[in-house]
């Protein structure tokens, strides 16, 4: 699963590594590094819009389908499973045509360390996974908008997203069972690609066959603060390599 990340790349700067137009100041405005982003926070992400120009925008993550009533089930949508993407009802309308990239300068796992039978209940470790190389993180996900119905068709549009997680590569395995499914460079075209203009739709076999675990030589965990557990703590030191037992 991925439950909590890290946005500190300048939205300037991403639109630059995706290639996307420049990015409205008015969504990005007063841009400060997060250092510990929770489910239901605004967050960057990037998508390909009707015209099929990609674009760097705002979405709470934590997906609000379409047919919603009200947005309380967005912090139970902030993940969206690979194997049954395709079949569950909050997800499903999102695959053909609402992709996303949801990029990240690293992302939080909890690791049990030290357990036996006989020994007691011990916290998880935090663990903090980034890219080898040092670039960001570009996870694959899905985004949906919604709005209240019962207020009439003024009402404001919520653009909303989720990470799409895969089985664990041998890296990930012994932290988690699971990790977000994270594209390479070469395959941004194609998970992007919705289908507008002149471009035809990414056929969906190619979408699944990008759902994949990542190579595991791509991604380097490390222990770091417990200080991380709660999301009132927002600073550097957050990622700061530590040994067990200091």
């Not at 309380?72 to 309308?93: H, I, L, M, Q």
């Not at 695959?95 to 949801?102: A, D, L, M, N």
């Not at 471009?199 to 675990?213: D, G, V």
Request: proline residues 10%.
């Amino acid at each position: 699963m991925c439950g909590r990340f890290t946005s500190l790349t300048p939205p300037q700067q991403l639109a630059t590594i995706f290639s996307t137009v420049a990015p409205n100041p008015q969504l990005f405005d007063e841009f400060h590094p997060n250092f510990n982003v929770p489910p239901t926070t605004r967050i960057a992400a990037v998508a390909q819009d009707s015209q099929g120009t990609r674009k760097l925008g705002r979405f709470q993550w934590g997906l609000v389908p379409n047919w919603a009533k009200d947005t309380s089930g967005s912090a139970r949508c902030v993940n969206a499973r690979s194997e049954t993407v395709f079949d569950k009802p909050s997800f499903r309308s999102s695959v053909p045509s609402k992709r996303c990239i949801i990029p990240m300068d690293g992302f939080y796992e909890w690791q049990t360390i030290g357990v036996t039978a006989s020994s007691p209940p011990q916290p998880k470790q935090p663990v903090y996974v980034t890219r080898r190389d040092g670039h960001p993180l570009a996870v694959a996900g899905l985004w949906a908008s919604w709005r209240d119905r019962s207020m009439g068709d003024d009402a404001p549009w919520l653009h909303s997203c989720c990470v799409i997680t895969t089985q664990a590569n041998d890296t990930m395995s012994p932290i988690h069972d699971r990790m977000p499914v994270i594209l390479e460079a070469d395959d941004w075209d194609d998970w992007l690609n919705v289908g507008a203009g002149s471009h035809t739709a990414t056929p969906i076999q190619r979408i699944t066959e990008l759902m994949i675990p990542a190579d595991p030589s791509i991604l380097i965990p490390q222990w770091v603060s417990t200080a991380v557990n709660s999301v009132r703590n927002n600073h550097p030191d957050l990622i700061a390599p530590i040994k067990i037992g200091d």
